[in-house]
């Protein structure tokens, strides 16, 4: 994971919080293509807000543009747009879990190869790429990034037993562990692919004739594009000017689609396995209401993450629903905070409490997760200074107890407040009068499993159990290293 302690912002509030991976955006065949990914990449900025970039194609050129910060703020700019000529364009919006977030680790990145050139975009992480590094280097490789994704480029650069692209690609592929959805822009080709288990999400739409790729479906609304179908997991489609080859190169697993989408990286207008995000939600605060009742006055969301389950919360229960927490959609996160009295105040830059809902009243609050517990700890005594006589805290899923190496940025599991605390403890420090986590049942209910299948999940949920669906071969290359250290001394 990156270090961020030496950036000259300050995480604060988004530092309390599991940050999301990246969005994926890819067209083929419209005129505007450039366009129309930047739009979709707006569509996607919750995914990723530390850079965005696009790569397009106009039959002669390729023409890529990657920036720091956020969508609008470099593709809305004169002229920005308009130089990425072509009927085929890729886009990326990007939070670094690998990677420092500088101008050579943005995407989509881009590389040149004898046939031609070729640009790729990467949602997920790669937990064996420094292994992968390292072998690649040893033979000559240069390095020109810290990101996972360009060891995809090299592997696929030097599988020189292929003539064809594609099968380049599957080779690259076929080398690399951990979690994925990649889209790929080749002189005459759009490449989607899911990793075989599916962790990472991606979808095929159309739009006036046109093929469309992207993380989530709420970049086709934007767009007007009609929803096809989902990539599947472990399914390459190949887009050309001659239609749509869906390829299957790996071997069949299970699906361990990533269950925190449903809890909270995915947009709630966005559809999952052609289910409504925004009612999975809704269920889990049901769910959550029949696990852990309470009396109370008032349900009150911790926005805006935990807005649908306590909507879903306060109709299971029967208790009135209000925002109690007035957020602040304008605050970035490059506030610079010089004194401690100051960076104290942090919260408030984003959640301002609504005393007239608040006052007199006992309080549940309802957030999707605690991750550290600064943020909740500073929310409940924002919320009690409102005048609130009790507040009860419920979280919209388990425990998180285990970091993700599968593209999202948790800290180390010793910084993982519900690793190092039990409940009573954890409420105490965050100063509440109750605390529920959902149980691990409770969120496979919500999202239409009669319960988890031990043996064999049916998602992935690593944060939550430490069960992991893939080999972490970076991490245990690591633990050896120390450990061989160790003996040394």
């Keep these: 994971m990156d270090d961020f302690s030496t950036l000259p912002f300050a995480a604060g509030d988004d530092d309390d919080h599991l940050h999301e991976e990246c969005g994926v955006f890819g067209v083929f065949g419209h005129p505007q293509a450039a366009a129309l990914t930047a739009l979709g990449l707006?569509?996607?900025?919750?995914?990723?807000?530390?850079?965005?970039?696009?790569?397009?194609?106009?039959?002669?050129?390729?023409?890529?543009?990657?920036?720091?910060?956020?969508?609008?703020?470099?593709?809305?700019?004169?002229?920005?747009?308009?130089?990425?000529?072509?009927?085929?364009?890729?886009?990326?919006?990007?939070?670094?879990?690998?990677?420092?977030?500088?101008?050579?680790?943005?995407?989509?990145?881009?590389?040149?190869?004898?046939?031609g050139g070729f640009a790729?975009?990467?949602?997920?992480?790669?937990?064996?790429?420094?292994?992968?590094?390292?072998?690649?280097?040893?033979?000559?490789?240069?390095?020109?990034?810290?990101?996972?994704?360009?060891?995809?480029?090299?592997?696929?650069?030097t599988a020189l037993r292929y003539n064809n692209l594609v099968d380049r690609f599957i080779d690259a592929l076929k080398r690399i562990e951990g979690a994925y959805a990649f889209v790929a822009l080749s002189e005459k080709k759009l490449i989607g692919v899911r990793d075989p288990l599916g962790v990472?999400?991606?979808?095929?739409?159309?739009?006036?004739?046109?093929?469309?790729?992207?993380?989530?479906?709420?970049?086709?609304?934007?767009?007007?594009?009609?929803?096809?179908?989902?990539?599947?997991?472990?399914?390459?489609?190949?887009?050309?000017?001659?239609?749509?080859?869906?390829?299957?190169?790996?071997?069949?697993?299970?699906?361990?689609f990533c269950i925190f989408e449903y809890v909270y990286f995915a947009r709630p207008d966005s559809l999952v396995a052609g289910t409504s995000v925004y009612s999975v939600r809704k269920r889990i605060g049901a769910e959550l209401?029949?696990?852990?009742?309470?009396?109370?006055?008032?349900?009150?969301?911790?926005?805006?993450?935990?807005?649908?389950?306590?909507?879903?919360?306060?109709?299971?229960?029967?208790?009135?629903?209000?925002?109690?927490?007035?957020?602040?959609?304008?605050?970035?996160?490059?506030?610079?905070?010089?004194?401690?009295?100051?960076?104290?105040?942090?919260?408030?830059?984003?959640h301002n409490p609504n005393k007239a809902v608040i006052a007199g009243k006992r309080v549940i609050l309802v957030d999707d997760s605690i991750v550290r517990g600064t943020t909740s700890q500073k929310i409940v005594r924002m919320v009690r200074d409102a005048g609130a006589t009790e507040v009860h805290m419920r979280i919209a899923s388990p425990p998180t107890t285990d970091p993700c190496f599968y593209g999202v940025?948790?800290?180390?599991?010793?910084?993982?407040?519900?690793?190092?605390?039990?409940l009573a403890e954890l409420a105490r420090f965050i100063d509440v009068d109750s605390l529920a986590f959902l149980t691990i049942g409770g969120l496979y209910r919500a999202v239409g499993e009669p319960r988890r299948n031990n043996e064999l999940p049916q998602f992935c949920d690593a944060c939550f159990t430490g069960d992991y669906p893939t080999r972490l071969t970076d991490r245990q290359n690591e633990a050896q290293v120390r450990e061989r250290a160790l003996i040394i001394e």
């Design 409 to 422: 940025d948790t800290p180390e599991k010793s910084k993982l407040i519900a690793a190092r605390m039990n």
């Design 200 to 256: 990472r999400p991606l979808v095929l739409g159309e739009v006036d004739g046109a093929q469309v790729l992207a993380s989530e479906t709420c970049a086709l609304d934007i767009i007007g594009a009609r929803l096809v179908r989902e990539i599947e997991p472990g399914e390459m489609v190949v887009i050309t000017e001659d239609g749509i080859e869906s390829l299957r190169p790996f071997e069949p697993a299970t699906s361990r």
């Design 42 to 115: 707006h569509a996607l900025q919750h995914r990723g807000q530390e850079a965005a970039g696009i790569a397009s194609f106009d039959g002669t050129h390729f023409h890529v543009e990657r920036h720091i910060g956020l969508v609008g703020d470099n593709f809305s700019k004169a002229g920005a747009v308009e130089r990425m000529t072509g009927d085929r364009a890729i886009g990326h919006t990007r939070y670094s879990t690998t990677g420092a977030p500088v101008l050579r680790n943005v995407q989509p990145m881009y590389a040149q190869f004898a046939a």
């Design 289 to 350: 209401a029949a696990e852990s009742p309470v009396p109370a006055d008032v349900v009150i969301p911790v926005p805006d993450s935990g807005t649908p389950a306590a909507m879903g919360y306060a109709e299971a229960a029967g208790l009135p629903f209000d925002l109690g927490i007035i957020r602040n959609h304008y605050v970035g996160r490059t506030f610079i905070q010089p004194t401690d009295a100051i960076r104290h105040m942090g919260v408030k830059l984003k």
């Design 120 to 157: 790729i975009a990467h949602n997920g992480n790669i937990t064996n790429a420094r292994t992968l590094q390292d072998e690649l280097q040893q033979r000559g490789s240069i390095f020109q990034s810290t990101s996972d994704t360009e060891t995809v480029i090299h592997l696929t650069a």
